[in-house]
């Protein structure tokens, strides 16, 4: 079963945010929320995660609704190198994760 | 510093033949994976090492595939008579264990192709 639901596709103009939307509205409390993404022929990068606050790091901000029901993440400044697939997982205590179809993000100049 | 590394990069075969895929984690990682990704596909779970405990090998497709870990580092992949269903790309990751659920870092895979 599925436990995130995210859009196929989206597209985003350089220099503009990309916001990413998720929802796992099944996530238990000691889930966190994983963000990845695919650059064509490479393996997944890891973007950020969290549990039940907002997140920021350098590459990204991670924003993670009250009741954790859905999550989004956005890229400040998108640029054409943001171009992947990006996947939101959810995960608690199995070590596994479970990679859906995720968003295939176009950044248009 | 060095991340996951993954040789041979591409691996073209015959059917039939086995095939090796090695994977070198990031140093002081206690576990290992293995995922597999056909084209335009998700990645599918493979096996999975942690320190000395028995392996969970669950994901593995056939007996066909085995899969060990030398002295809790490096690992090998191996597909013994593979088939054209067997072309993917192979991705090792590896991660430390704790209590914040530390962050898979992925290698580029070895892109295997069955002829």
């Known amino acids: 079963d599925a436990k995130t639901t995210q859009p196929p596709s989206m597209d985003c103009a350089e220099g503009r945010a990309a916001n990413l939307p998720c929802n796992h509205s099944t996530i238990s409390g000691n889930e966190y929320v994983y963000w990845y993404r695919q650059i064509h022929s490479q393996g997944p990068q890891y973007i950020i995660h969290g549990l039940k606050n907002n997140e920021t790091n350098e590459m990204a901000s991670l924003i993670i609704t009250e009741d954790r029901k859905s999550s989004t993440l956005i890229l400040p400044h998108a640029t054409l190198r943001d171009t992947a697939v990006y996947y939101c997982?959810?995960?608690?205590?199995?070590?596994?994760?479970?990679f859906g179809a995720g968003t295939t993000v176009t950044v248009r100049a | 510093g060095a991340g996951v590394s993954q040789s041979p990069s591409n691996k073209v075969t015959e059917k039939g033949k086995d095939v090796e895929l090695r994977c070198d984690p990031i140093s002081g990682h206690t576990a290992l994976y293995w995922y597999r990704q056909s084209l335009g596909q998700g990645l599918e779970f493979l096996i999975y090492?942690?320190?000395?405990?028995?392996?969970?090998k669950s994901g593995l497709p056939s007996d066909r595939f085995s899969a060990e870990r030398t002295g809790g580092s490096v690992s090998t992949l191996t597909i013994q008579r593979t088939q054209q269903e067997d072309s993917a790309v192979y991705l090792c990751?590896?991660?430390?264990?704790?209590?914040?659920?530390?962050?898979?870092?992925f290698g580029n895979g070895t892109r295997l192709t069955v002829t």
């Open positions: 997982i959810v995960r608690g205590d199995d070590y596994k994760l479970s």
């Open positions: 990751a590896s991660t430390q264990t704790g209590p914040k659920r530390s962050p898979l870092h």
């Open positions: 090492f942690q320190g000395n405990s028995a392996p969970d």
